[in-house]
């Protein structure tokens, strides 16, 4: 059972090194274009349509690499089923039709916690910068605004 432990381990980092290369594809895409500082609807919502396919695409290749660990380990029958017992435990709705051999079952609990904390870091990185679109947009409007001046109490 340690060696199984052990492979998860591995598969553990590979995902969090997967997840990082990801980030900093995106945060630095994001710096050059000058995202950050996007004001208006548009632009803001054609930022968050990319940001949510790109980290969509990060997440399938993270399911991607367990569910090619299973397939080159003949732990499933077919790749259709590697992939989607792979999706099903990483995301945590985890079926249950579809149970590893007992040897391998600890990588199971070991991928949906996996999963769970790079769907943790998406959500973070999304609400982290929804945040700072929102900070724009009402520093912006309190620019325009014309502001009055307190009355002075003599």
Known sequence: MLIEILVAGG????TVVIHAIGFDALLRTMIWSRALAT????RVTGWVIGLTCWLILIHLVEISVWGLFYLWQG???????????SAVTYTSVGYG???LLKPWRMLAPLETLTGMLMCGLSTGLFFALISRWISNWLRSKNAL???SEAPINK
């Open 11 to 14: 598969l553990a980092v590979v």
């Open 39 to 42: 004001l208006g609807f548009h």
């Open 75 to 85: 732990l499933l029958p077919d790749a259709e089923t590697a992939f989607y017992f």
């Open 97 to 99: 039709d579809i149970v």
């Open 145 to 147: 605004e014309p502001h």
